[in-house]
């Protein structure tokens, strides 16, 4: 049996340490090491990640720039109270994020008349001729409100909110009339 030369396993064991370093975990790599602005370190980090998770890091990121230049919409706030630290978190994160924000958009999309019984659809269907007309007599109840000393009956706006709310008053009750 042949002897390992020790100097061969000194050089062995150096080169796989540094090779060791190269191999880096990205999803370990803290977000507070990376430019999330520059599209070239997010691209370098998607590349390292699993097919599955590049995209859902690439939407952290431009949620993550969008929220903190822009200021817009309320994306970075963690389900426990803490922000996303590495890129595993901010993976875990979106991924969270975006199946809440699937649930609420489900959960305030207006129903589906096809999936209503005939009772259902017709209720559905007046209420919302109801709230065009409500709409309309809001909007006449703010120009009364904001024209104090009079004259608006014969704007031209105030003239098409009458005929808009005699429209809407006539399809009402036309609606009515076919109530099953």
């Not at 809440?100 to 096809?114: C, K, L, M, N, V």
């Not at 001729?129 to 000393?149: C, G, H, P, T």
Request: charge should be negative; proline fraction near 6%.
């Amino acid at each position: 049996m042949k002897r390992s030369n020790p100097l061969s396993l000194a050089i062995a064991f150096a080169a796989f340490a540094t090779l060791g370093g190269c191999f880096e975990d990205p999803y370990a790599k803290p977000l507070s090491e990376l430019d999330l602005g520059n599209a070239d370190v997010v691209a370098d980090i998607a590349s390292s990640l699993a097919p599955e998770d590049a995209g859902v890091f690439k939407t952290y990121a431009l949620r993550h720039i969008a929220q903190t230049k822009y200021a817009c919409g309320n994306f970075e706030r963690h389900l426990h109270g803490k922000q996303p630290q590495t890129v595993a978190e901010a993976v875990d994160f979106t991924r969270q994020w975006e199946k809440e924000d699937a649930e609420r958009r489900a959960y305030f999309a207006p129903p589906d008349p096809s999936k209503m019984t005939p009772d259902q659809r017709f209720e559905y269907e007046l209420e919302q001729l109801r709230i065009v007309y409500r709409r309309l007599d809001d909007r006449r109840a703010d120009i009364m409100m904001l024209n104090e000393e009079g004259g608006y009956e014969n704007t031209a706006e105030w003239k098409q909110i009458a005929i808009d709310m005699e429209a809407a008053t006539a399809r009402i009750n036309e609606k009515l009339a076919q109530r099953p």
